[in-house]
């Protein structure tokens, strides 16, 4: 056998199968299947790590997924580890590496336990009482020390060499839970024929099973019986059983995320394989079968080592197969404590007494722990316990008073009782209800498509849990649309244990009236006497007293202290306990790590580069990139020694002489299509959509509620019921967002469809005096006369034998036409057309000359030109405002005082009196540059370049009342001189704009 507390006979593990670990650089052996707590326990070790606070000595509460105090450092090397990993959850592999945490030099000297002596010092809201004064020493020295102090464990300074795994997966019917009740409703929704996905957290199911030794279904222990049903489970074809899966996030629409534990509990694990695998499913409908988790009792000095759940020595001995002491007290308010005691004496164990604080026990309880000789105290309490690193023995007597006696023990269990695990249905943002008959929270009405069976709903019984949940099962595959093939048939189930009893708050000898520490939540170190001085500082609501004390805020979210926490409360505050209400229950339900949520988004995937079809042949010409958002896009292409400004008046002059080719790919692009559809872009845009006739484009303005420019873009109408939407580069995320959020919340009666093809099409942009002479022997079926295709027109025919949508537009002031590919023949088509262009002097030009050329024709750019505070009227887009529509997005906010002032900033030309200077974009603009400093401000320069065909420089700005002021010299003054400026209009090239008809 493995560990001394081994006891031969019991346990679910084949001991021939060993493995080694270390604990602190201590070598300890295990048994294949053991976690690292069990291993710990089978090797005589409780004292596991030192709280957060008060650095008191802490082992094992538990032995499941609500740990609080066995946090540890576990790893297989320097690169591979994790803090503050629950050692009642990570499995043991042989060479696993465990280290304790929070503690120096040693686990058992720590010279972190001073802090318990200054615990007077320390208590609840300290921190907003103290580092207040004097106010330097807060950078210096306070907040320093606190950083150094936060925290458990320390995090890895290696780079995590393994890989993450990120799995879409759709279902009929997800079931949360591998117990007795998930089981069933798992098996009774597969029999329908509905697609199931099982996920548990555990390395194996069966749930309570784990401990429990005393039930019976159709004739088999319920642990034989589990594994028959995952067996049979695991079979078909129609269900995926996840172990080692946990469900930690319940989001809208039944999306639920999981985690799963691929190769952590492996020695050698296939290099192939992800370390772990995340799980987005989204399920038609959701079986919650979560359980429920037992409570700790709260009495003075309750965190030793040695003491912990009365279900987790159970589950130690009965699957792990491991004493968790050899004098083992007991302490409850629940009867499935004293079937610990039973457990634990018939294996072998010393069970000193059995300590319950009800006066009346099942007098069945009673009559057998008599017969199997163990001392029972009703009615009593265990008002404290003594030891250093370890439990040696627990004080009993009555809390009024009397006789009271020391019994030595080197292991304390206890349980008041059982909460239901409510957390997930909390998070599908379900509202919990009290149920006054057994005094705890249940789930109420279910708001997504969900149901929860089993403990977590409150049945308690267990032939009832199987025979609803199977019913629950069956009914969520009907719901979910399957035609119903058979019903499985629920088993018969006698349950040996008793579920009944329990006590909430403080226990005797910790109540209002003392100073013990009897510790509510272990891992944030809060007391009962926290609580209480919470409430009386004028925490009135659980919300304010959560945050006070910190209690129910670590990262096992309060599983086991939760309910304590508002006993003591409502108790303090005279109110019954659910008036006091309930801490919100936030996803994840137990950590996540890092790797898991960043999964591949790391490295060169963190910011993943985009590239256009054309990117290859921009880089094989020169091309200098810039980055836009997410895309690579070609900023100017250099020639024979050329700077960027030599690079880009040469292109500038080119276009406007000869032609340019440009790679517009990365304008968003969202196809619009419905019989509804013009009826939804002029809910949409400004402009009014229902005169524009198919074959033709409009520029459109859209604004947020407020009135605020929003996006703009080319929009072009294929057919009565379809548009070709375009946007900015940077917006066509959030337009399409803004889109689909207005059409599913205000407009959802419309029948339009959205599709973003953003990446479907490549754009070239073909703009200059001989632009049709470029791209028309290429084009076939479209007739690019001024006639039959005048400036903003669009048609669909073909390009080099490959479809196109063509439009007739121009960014650039000149004849042009975009040409929009699918994106496969775009660099094909580019090349086409470079074949032409090139032998004609046309030249290909990046997006600093697209700049320039937009802003030589007054052009604006969304998020240049416009901050989010501006207007159509400002931008002097007045003109794309439908004047008779009668709504659309912003058409309020548009109308109110503020925004139709006088005052306001307005979009204007600004010329420098000296033609060489080049104004710095941002620079602020003034009416008068002798007055004193701080300046009047009234405006600042939003765009400026040097412009080659202009011959000087150019510049645009927001200036308040700026078209009033045309003709006017106003100022720009910068820190080596004050420059004088002239407002103008904003268009400084071909002002008639005559060019664009070619």
């Given at each position: ?6 006891i ?16 602190d ?17 089978a ?6 790590g ?40 990570q ?25 318990g002596?200054a ?26 020390i ?6 458990l464990?320390?995090?890895p ?21 591998g ?9 009774a ?17 069966g749930?309570?099973?784990h401990?429990e ?14 594994r028959?049903v995952t ?28 985690v799963?534990r ?7 694990p296939d ?37 912990l ?12 197969g491991?004493?968790?002491?050899a ?26 007494a ?31 316990t ?14 009024s008073?009397?006789?009271r006696?020391?019994?030595a023990?080197?292991a ?6 059982w ?16 149920d ?24 308690d ?10 019913e ?42 003392t ?10 170190d ?14 009135h609501s ?9 209690t ?8 086991t202290s939760?309910?304590?926490g ?5 108790e303090?505050l005279d ?51 810039e ?27 080119t276009v ?27 809910l949409?845009y ?7 006739q198919p ?23 294929l ?8 946007t900015?580069?940077g917006?066509a ?5 803004h ?8 407009f959802?009666?419309l029948?339009?469809?959205l599709?973003?093809?953003s ?65 496969d ?9 470079w074949?032409?262009?090139?032998p ?16 030589e ?53 600004v ?15 003034v ?5 004193t ?17 202009c ?13 009033a ?13 004050t ?5 103008t ?6 002002k008639?704009?005559?060019?664009l008809?070619?």
């Amino acid at each position: 056998m493995s560990g001394a507390n081994r006891i031969s006979g019991k346990g679910r593990l084949t001991p021939a199968k060993s493995l080694r670990f270390t604990f602190d650089g201590k070598a300890f052996s295990a048994v294949e299947g053991d976690t690292l707590a069990s291993a710990l326990i089978a090797n005589g070790v409780h004292l596991t790590g030192r709280s957060f606070k008060y650095h008191r000595p802490r082992g094992m509460l538990s032995a499941g997924s609500e740990e609080p105090n066995a946090l540890m450092d576990v790893g297989r090397d320097a690169a591979r580890r994790t803090p503050n990993v629950r050692a009642t959850v990570q499995e043991v592999f042989d060479g696993l590496q465990a280290k304790s945490q929070n503690r120096w030099p040693s686990l058992a000297f720590d010279v972190g336990g001073i802090n318990g002596l200054a615990s007077p010092f320390f208590a609840a809201g300290f921190y907003y009482k103290t580092f207040m004064w004097p106010k330097m020493a807060w950078k210096k020295i306070y907040e320093p020390i606190i950083r150094a102090a936060a925290g458990l464990g320390v995090a890895p300074s290696e780079p995590d060499p393994d890989h993450y795994a990120n799995h879409y997966v759709h279902c009929d019917v997800l079931v949360i839970g591998g117990g007795a009740a998930g089981l069933s409703a798992a098996l009774a929704a597969a029999h329908a024929g509905a697609e199931v996905i099982l996920c548990d957290e555990q390395a194996e199911t069966g749930g309570a099973f784990h401990h429990e030794i005393d039930a019976e279904i159709d004739g088999q222990s319920g642990w034989d019986w589990a594994r028959a049903v995952t067996a049979e489970l695991t079979g078909m074809d129609n269900v995926r059983v996840l172990t080692r899966t946990t469900a930690f996030g319940y989001q809208a629409q039944n999306h639920v995320g999981l985690v799963e534990r691929v190769t952590e509990h492996l020695a050698n694990p296939d290099p192939a394989l992800p370390r772990e695998r995340l799980w987005q499913v989204r399920a038609k409908q959701v079986v919650i079968a979560t359980g429920a988790i037992e409570r700790h009792m709260v009495f003075a000095n309750n965190d030793r080592p040695g003491i912990l759940l009365a279900s987790a020595a159970r589950t130690y001995l009965n699957h792990f197969g491991a004493a968790v002491g050899a004098k083992v007290g007991v302490y409850t308010a629940c009867d499935s404590a004293w079937h610990a005691a039973f457990d634990l004496k018939q294996a072998g164990v010393s069970v000193p007494a059995i300590v319950d604080v009800r006066p009346d026990p099942d007098p069945a309880l009673l009559a057998r722990a008599k017969a199997l000789g163990i001392e029972v105290f009703t009615g009593q309490a265990v008002l404290d316990t003594s030891g250093g690193l370890r439990v040696k023995s627990m004080k009993v007597g009555k809390a009024s008073g009397g006789a009271r006696r020391d019994i030595a023990i080197d292991a304390l269990i206890m349980s008041a009782g059982w909460t239901p695990s409510v957390h997930m249905y909390s998070q599908s943002r379900g509202k919990v209800v009290w149920d006054e008959a057994t005094e705890r929270f249940l789930p109420g009405v279910d708001v997504q498509d969900c149901t929860s069976v089993g403990a977590c709903k409150g049945v308690d019984e267990l032939g009832e849990a199987i025979a609803s949940a199977a019913e629950a099962g069956h009914r969520a595959a009907k719901a979910a649309g399957i035609g119903a093939k058979r019903a499985w048939k629920a088993p018969k189930a006698v349950a040996g244990t008793s579920w009944v009893g329990s006590m909430m708050g403080s226990a005797g000898g910790a109540g209002p009236d003392t100073t013990v520490k009897a510790f509510v939540d272990f891992q944030n170190d809060v007391t009962a006497k926290d609580i209480r001085l919470a409430v009386r500082e004028g925490m009135h609501s659980i919300e304010h007293v959560k945050r006070f004390t910190t209690t129910g805020m670590a990262t096992d979210q309060g599983k086991t202290s939760n309910i304590h926490g508002l006993a003591i409360a409502a108790e303090m505050l005279d109110k019954p306990l659910p008036k006091v209400g309930l801490t919100t229950f936030r996803s994840p339900y137990t950590p996540v790590t890092f790797g898991t949520i960043v999964n591949h988004s790391r490295g060169s995937l963190f910011d993943p580069a985009r590239h256009t079809p054309m990117h290859k042949w921009e880089v094989e010409h020169g091309a200098v990139f810039e980055d836009v958002g997410q895309w690579k896009r070609a900023w100017y292409y250099p020639r024979g020694g050329e700077d960027m400004h030599q690079a880009v008046n040469r292109e500038c002059r080119t276009v406007r002489e000869v032609a340019g080719m440009f790679d517009a790919t990365t304008l968003g692009k969202i196809e619009v299509v419905g019989p509804d559809a013009a009826q939804f872009l002029n809910l949409m845009y400004t402009n009014g959509w229902d005169k524009l006739q198919p074959g033709r484009c409009k520029y459109g303005i859209m604004l947020r509620e407020d009135g605020f420019i929003y996006d703009d873009g080319v929009v072009g109408r294929l057919a009565e019921d379809r548009f070709h939407v375009t946007t900015t580069t940077g917006g066509a995320p959030r337009v399409m967002h803004h889109m689909e959020d207005y059409l599913q919340t205000e407009f959802p009666d419309l029948k339009v469809w959205l599709t973003s093809t953003s990446e479907q099409w490549a754009v070239i942009a073909v703009q200059g005096p001989k632009a049709r002479e470029i791209v028309a022997p290429l084009v076939e079926g479209i007739d690019l006369s001024n006639e039959a295709m005048p400036h903003m027109s669009v048609r669909e025919g073909k390009i080099c034998g490959v479809p196109t949508r063509l439009f007739r537009m121009s960014f650039t002031g000149e004849a042009g036409y975009e040409v929009n590919v699918p994106a496969d023949y775009g660099e094909a088509v580019w090349k086409a057309l470079w074949a032409r262009a090139e032998p004609l002097g046309a030249c290909a030009y990046g997006t600093e000359t697209m700049h320039v050329l937009r802003a030589e024709k007054g052009y604006i750019i969304v998020g240049q030109d416009t901050d989010g505070t501006v207007t159509p009227d400002d931008a002097g887009l007045n003109w794309a405002v439908a004047k008779k529509k009668p709504d659309f997005v912003g058409i309020r906010g548009m109308k109110r005082p503020d925004l139709v002032s006088a005052g306001r900033k307005q979009l204007v030309g600004v010329m420098p009196k000296d033609p060489d200077i080049v104004l710095e974009e941002g620079a602020q603009i003034v009416a008068d540059p002798n007055q004193t400093v701080p300046m009047t401000m009234i405006g600042h320069v939003t765009s400026s370049y040097w412009s080659e065909n202009c011959g000087r420089s150019i510049a645009m700005g927001l200036v308040a009342d700026g078209r009033a002021l045309k003709g006017q010299t106003l100022y720009v003054p910068m820190p080596e001189r004050t420059i004088e400026v002239e407002i103008t209009d904003t268009v400084f090239f071909d002002k008639e704009g005559v060019r664009l008809n070619g």
